[in-house]
Structure formats: C-alpha cells, structure tokens
C-alpha cells in the first residue's frame, strides 16, 4: 500500500522559533497533499491543501504567514510553524493523494511542543 | 463547521461483540470515507463508500450510506482487542477533494 512519511516525529522548540515539518509519498507520487491539526482528543481539522507547484490553498482562519506550506515536487511537501507559540502545540499530520476523490494516505503524524 | 458527526462518542464492548458507529454529515458529499486512529498515531484508511452506493463490505466492516438521511454507519462484527481505536468519518464534499472530518468514536475493546 502507499506509504506517506513524517519527519521529525515530535519536536520540542522554543516560543519564537520556527520549526519545518517534512512529509513525505515514498512510494506514489502525490499530486496532492494535505495539512491537519489534531488538538487532543478531538478531531482533525484541515489547514491548508497543496499541489505540487503551486501555491497552497490556506482554510478560513488558518494564518498563511504563520504556516508555510511548500510543496515543490511530487513526493515533498513542508509545513513550517513560523515564530511558534505554546498555543501552537498540537498534532500535526499530513496527507496525501494521486487521485482525487480517492482515499488519502496519512502520514503518521509529528507532535509538536512549545515551550 | 464541523461536517460530520459521530455517535457515540465513546463506546466499550466485550470481544466477539459487534460494534456499530453512526455518522451524520450536512451537506452533499462526493463520498464518506471511515478512518482509525491508535492514540498519538496517523490515520488508517478503512473504507471509501461513494455517493451512489448503499452498502460496503470489507473483511469485517461493513459501511451503510443513507444519502437521503445524510448519514453512515460503520459495523465490525466480531470485534478484537486489537480493534480498540478511534474511528472518524470523513466526507469529501461535493465539487471539493478536501475531507472534513467527524469528531470520532473512541472504540474499547475489552478481552
């Protein structure tokens, strides 16, 4: 089956630092990916979608200065936590897809703290 | 919003029992996809049932879709401790690609 990676799997930084998340198709190539939040115990809630090659398209609400999101070619996309804050501490877990309207592939998600 | 909405939000049964897992949604959906999440980990896909579609079976899951009622609900039979997780509906709405998920079932087991 296809297999998205994650990278780091959790993270500790401090307030003000940013921090780059990788996720990763090792197998498909994805025309597609997407970025969740996970607060715990609740659901995800999409952030952001991206295609290769072009510029992500950022969910009401979700600061696109605050979350880069870079996707430059069909297996890598990066999410980066620019100038973190604690409130950012969440799960984050990306997607990915070669077909729309088909399943999407998770990643196994990164978990990040700050302090 | 939140789309979908699952119920119960936690459940616990004995092992061998079936357990059933409803979901609702609000708006039209291209198709309603059932995931499983262990604690702290990514998300596993179980089943993909389209809009067109009434019924899915896969080993022991079986997914209804009630397009008319806006709702889906999610059946394992013969239940096992290793199916202890919890379980989120996703609809991909009409004209999108993009999921919204339901805020889960948290699903015990108990040997």
């Known amino acids: 089956g296809a297999v998205v990676s994650q990278h780091p799997s959790r993270v500790i930084c401090k307030s003000g630092t940013s921090v780059k998340i990788e996720c990763r198709s090792l197998?498909?190539?994805?025309?597609?990916m997407f970025w969740y939040r996970q607060f715990p115990k609740q659901s995800l809630m999409l952030m952001a979608t991206?295609?290769?090659?072009?510029?992500?398209?950022?969910e009401q609400g979700v600061e696109k200065d605050k979350f880069l999101i870079n996707h430059a070619s069909l297996t890598l996309s990066t999410l980066t936590v620019t100038s973190a804050h604690p409130e950012d501490s969440s799960f984050y877990i990306c997607s990915a897809t070669d077909r729309p309207s088909y399943e999407q592939y998770f990643g196994p998600g990164t978990r990040l703290t700050v302090t | 919003s939140q789309q979908g909405e699952e119920d119960p939000q936690a459940l616990s049964i004995q092992e061998g029992e079936n357990a059933t897992m409803n979901c609702s949604y609000k708006t039209s959906i291209n198709n309603l996809q059932w995931y499983r999440q262990n604690s702290g980990r990514g998300l596993v896909h179980l089943i993909l049932?389209?809009?067109?579609?009434r019924e899915k079976h896969s080993g022991r899951l079986r997914v209804t879709l009630d397009t008319s009622k806006k709702s889906s609900s999610l059946l394992i039979t013969a239940s096992r401790a290793a199916d202890t997780a919890s379980y989120f509906c996703a609809t991909e709405r009409a004209g999108s690609y993009q999921l919204t998920f339901g805020k889960g079932t948290k699903l015990s087991v108990i040997p």
């Open positions: 197998d498909f190539q994805a025309t597609t």
């Open positions: 991206s295609n290769e090659g072009s510029k992500a398209t950022y």
């Open positions: 049932i389209r809009s067109n579609e």
